[in-house]
């Protein structure tokens, strides 16, 4: 009950930060240079294209604009693509596109917590020593190359020079998991290989001022083993900067995703972005972009509700 | 009979039985591997297709581009083709003659051919496309209509300017009149592969014409709208096609899906993995992955087209504040680009220099008056313009597109530039915003190529027909239809010149009775051109399709016997007559 009041109690700044963020997002559309309709559908008549301005309210000023698309949007109309002699709804495109990116997404969190996880705790324990500076070495290593690269790296080496897997493709898991699951391993580490360093270091930090905690030489003293003091008093109160990190960078993600998708023709969310920016499909990018901002206040909210539940200490504070 | 005449004789004799010998084993030889390889193909299967352009839909005015008009050509016909000897020959037209004025064009029609939504393809079909897409519709309905055929209008009605006229005198039998004589029209329907025939149901719905392909071609849409989706396309059950030398049912495969695989890289890297069945590439900025595959013998085959394609740089002789109004100008431009040294830098030796506007398989091609890479003459041309004009500097703007590429080879042109004084001011914009700029098809009219200067691939082939709407100062002449277009005449000028004695040389050329009377127009056409530095040329480039060792038939189907398509142009190849091994 206490959780659903603080849920509600954060709807309406959830709501007005959309707001605002979509605002300046229709903003920064209409800064663009050039007429947006023209663009849109560059070899059509002129007559199609204030056809076009006028469908979409970019005939009006920016607050008119802005409040067609809003408006839209709640009514469940997302807008379209469109093209010279015909249009296609935006709304298909997110039903198909959105699921594929959630769950790389997904996958991509699960693989970098699985990494990030054990070598936090690890390095925290060991601090100073041989196995914390190897690993501090190689997570700063890996942490300095960008998503692309190393999409582009892993390519060249797994698929084309050991040819363990496949460089491009997206296969349903109910089509073949065991494809499926190949043909996301690249993508996947690409994505997860940085999240895992930041995630390691955070933990790492964490966990060390924890370890430091009065409780935590109680529990040593009473003669409890070292893995249960980690796992149990230790690694619980250290992930909260961890799960918020990791519910952050849910919405990130997907602006990370427009990289890796494009370059493994993943036909996700991402790969929908791309081609919108390519072909300069300016309701498209506004509605895609904004399901990113909406995705990401909603990941912050959730991860803060979640905080509450799993570190009491949050819920005492707030109240 | 002396001894050296018998030892001669008989050593004659035995070259003479060897001849007979391996003539006939290889006759044996070839016969048993005709039949082998009829064997050999197999039917059903699904591929995947790399490209590197996106579909911008399928209706008159969408112009799909070299990857994914292959990709729109496995669901569409035209009434020719080409072939590989140059001459047409009917696809969906079965034979054609012209009046002697070359006025009246009649064309035969196959009988028995569907569209994928069970409708016949007959001449009404054939008269309501070219309608539709020359602007004879739009004409027709105005101004009541005007407002719901708005999408028909396009550069089509630029390219199908000649028509007056299109009547179907009987079900497969079209009647098409022009305004001007011309003696390549099956060129210009057949528009470098671009004149579909497609369905009335799809033509007349401007809700749906570039969302619901409906053709007639070996394959049907699945699934695949703009912008970067995959296209997939399955097997036509009912084609009307059948290979003309084994009798065997087209086309073989099941399925085949085209995915934009934006990244060179990747792309090569998943034909060399497997992980695509094929992919296409452009010498004139894939040359590195090109290359790479081209080692990959054992694992990749290279279908290469010939080098039949012309990138210009077009010299906007009437915007505002442009300075190629003056020949001059023009001239130092042309003459400051250091071609060897683009080819070698920037195309990695995988294009030829350009020595003439077009290449030499053209029927316009001379190397007359192409100005070349001259420093010294390119100063004294800018001299000559700051004098003439008054002006401080040769100042133009240059637009390139954000792909890296098309930045570096922005930059690498405005380096020399630079070296003969001459500034060129990159602007650099989307793909889709310059063609905004530089093709804006109002039928009102309004602003028309926005930029000084333009690097454009639009000159290509062998023969005019296609490349002609390019240079003319009008494409619609006397046409009357021009009354409902005002500015659609100029639309493809990127030039912009008002010298009608181009259009003369190249109208006469196409009135000519005799190919080598029109070559000499076309000839001279090109020589002016060139010599009044209307716009110039860097290199000319090909394209090329990689496929793994498990595809057969590529360039091996016959559109009739003895008439084989041309195997790769700038739309890739032909599925039709493809298999999996």
Redesign the interface.
């Known amino acids: 009950m206490n959780i659903a009041r603080q849920f509600l109690r954060r709807l309406v700044p959830m709501i007005a930060i959309v707001v605002i963020a979509t605002f300046l997002l229709s903003l920064l559309m209409r800064l663009l240079?050039?007429?947006p309709a023209?663009?849109?559908v560059?070899?059509?008549?002129?007559?199609?294209r204030d056809?076009i301005a006028h469908e979409t309210g970019l005939d009006r000023g920016l607050f008119g604009y802005y409040w067609k698309w809003l408006s839209g949007v709640l009514t469940g109309h997302f807008g379209k693509?469109y093209?010279?002699?015909?249009?296609?709804e935006i709304s298909a495109v997110i039903k198909d596109t959105l699921p594929i990116t959630l769950l790389l997404i997904l996958y991509a969190q699960i693989v970098a917590l699985v990494i990030a996880i054990p070598l936090g705790l690890v390095s925290a324990y060991k601090e100073g020593k041989r196995f914390d500076k190897i690993a501090s070495a190689v997570l700063f290593t890996t942490v300095s190359f960008p998503g692309f690269a190393l999409a582009?790296i892993f390519?060249?080496v797994f698929?084309?020079k050991l040819?363990w897997v496949?460089?491009?493709?997206y296969v349903p898991p109910t089509e073949n998991f065991g494809q499926h699951i190949k043909l996301m391993i690249l993508p996947v580490m690409s994505l997860a290989l940085g999240l895992a360093s930041g995630y390691t270091r955070l933990l790492r930090t964490d966990v060390i001022a924890t370890l430091k905690d009065d409780y935590v030489t109680m529990a040593a003293s009473k003669g409890i083993s070292n893995r249960r003091v980690l796992w149990r008093h230790v690694f619980r109160p250290s992930s909260t900067t961890l799960l918020t990190s990791a519910a952050l960078n849910m919405g990130g993600l997907i602006g990370g995703t427009i990289v890796i998708e494009?370059?493994?023709?993943i036909?996700g969310i991402g790969?929908?972005i791309?081609?919108?920016i390519?072909?300069?499909?300016i309701v498209a990018m506004q509605t895609l972009i904004a399901l990113i901002s909406i995705m990401y206040v909603f990941f912050n909210t959730t991860v803060d509700l979640l905080t509450q539940i799993t570190d009491p200490r949050t819920r005492e504070r707030r109240a | 009979m002396t001894q050296r005449q018998t030892t001669r004789s008989r050593v004659m004799r035995r070259v003479g039985a060897a001849i007979a010998a391996t003539i006939a084993v290889s006759t044996v030889a070839s016969t048993g591997s005709h039949a082998a390889s009829t064997s050999a193909i197999k039917r059903g299967g699904e591929i995947?297709v790399?490209i590197f352009d996106?579909f911008?839909?399928y209706?008159?005015?969408?112009?799909p581009a070299n990857s994914s008009l292959m990709a729109t050509r496995t669901m569409f016909e035209t009434l020719v083709e080409k072939t590989k000897g140059n001459d047409f020959v009917g696809v969906l037209a079965t034979d054609w003659s012209s009046s002697t004025d070359l006025k009246t064009w009649t064309f035969n029609l196959r009988q028995g051919v569907k569209f994928h939504d069970g409708t016949d393809f007959n001449a009404a079909a054939v008269k309501t496309q070219l309608d539709y897409s020359r602007g004879g519709a739009f004409a027709a309905g105005y101004p009541s209509q005007?407002?719901n055929l708005?999408?028909?209008?396009?550069?089509s009605i630029s390219f199908d300017a000649n028509i007056l006229s299109v009547s179907a005198p009987s079900t497969y039998q079209v009647v098409i009149t022009l305004d001007r004589a011309q003696n390549d029209f099956p060129g210009t329907l057949y528009a470098s592969g671009r004149g579909f025939m497609r369905a009335p149901a799809q033509v007349t719905n401007?809700?749906?014409?570039?969302?619901?392909p409906i053709g007639t071609g070996p394959f049907k849409f699945v699934s695949g709208?703009?912008?970067?989706?995959?296209l997939v396309v399955a097997k036509n059950e009912n084609y009307w096609r059948k290979d003309p030398n084994t009798g065997a049912q087209l086309p073989y495969l099941d399925k085949i899906t085209f995915?934009?695989?934006?990244?060179g890289?990747?792309r090569a890297?998943?034909v060399?993995?497997g992980?695509?069945d094929a992919g296409m590439f452009t010498s004139g900025s894939e040359g590195t992955f090109i290359k790479d595959l081209r080692q990959r013998k054992s694992k990749v085959n290279e279908y290469r087209s010939p080098a039949e394609y012309y990138p210009s740089i077009w010299l906007n002789q009437t915007k505002v504040g442009s300075p190629f109004a003056n020949k001059d100008a023009r001239l130092a431009v042309s003459k400051c680009i250091d071609r060897k040294n683009f080819v070698k830098v920037r195309a990695k030796g995988e294009t030829i220099e350009a020595d003439s506007l077009v290449g030499p398989t053209n029927i316009m091609y001379t190397k007359t008056g192409f100005a070349k890479f001259n420093v010294a003459a390119a100063k004294a041309h800018v001299e000559a313009y700051k004098t003439a004009t008054g002006a401080t500097s040769l100042t133009f703007s240059f637009p390139t597109d954000t792909s890296t590429a098309s930045i570096a080879n922005g930059k690498f042109l405005q380096t020399q530039w630079a070296k003969c004084g001459i500034t060129a001011n990159l602007v650099t914009?989307?793909?889709?915003?310059i063609?905004?700029?530089s093709?804006?098809?109002?039928?009102?009219g309004?602003a028309q190529m926005g930029y000084d200067s333009l690097a454009l691939l639009l000159f290509e082939g062998t023969d005019v027909a296609f490349n002609l709407p390019f240079i003319v100062t009008d494409t619609f002449k006397n046409n009357p239809i021009k009354a409902y277009f005002a500015k659609l005449g100029t639309l493809l000028n990127l030039n912009h010149h008002t010298d009608t004695a181009v259009d003369t040389l190249l109208y006469d050329g196409e009135a000519a009775q005799s190919k080598v009377a029109a070559s000499a127009k076309y000839k001279a056409a090109l020589a002016y051109l060139q010599t009044n530095g209307f716009m110039t040329a860097v290199q000319r480039q090909y394209y090329t399709l990689f496929t793994t060792k498990k595809l057969g038939g590529i360039g091996k189907l016959q559109i009739e016997k003895g008439k084989t398509q041309r195997v790769v142009t700038n739309w890739g190849i032909d599925w039709t007559g493809v298999y999996k091994k």
Do not use: H, W
Not at chain 1, 278 to 281: E, K, L, T, W, Y
Not at chain 2, 150 to 155: A, E, P
């Open positions: 240079p050039g007429d023209a663009i849109m560059p070899n059509s008549p002129q007559e199609v056809q693509y093209l010279n002699g015909g249009s296609r582009l390519s060249l698929a084309v040819g496949d460089p491009i493709g494009t370059i493994f023709v036909p790969f929908e791309f081609y919108s390519g072909a300069r499909q | 995947k790399g996106t911008p839909g209706c008159m005015a969408n112009n005007a407002a708005l999408y028909t209008l396009g550069t401007k809700n749906t014409c570039s969302t619901n709208v703009v912008p970067g989706n995959d995915t934009n695989v934006k990244e890289s990747q890297a998943a060399r993995k992980s695509l914009e989307e793909t889709a915003a063609i905004s700029k093709f804006n098809s109002s039928a009102t309004g």
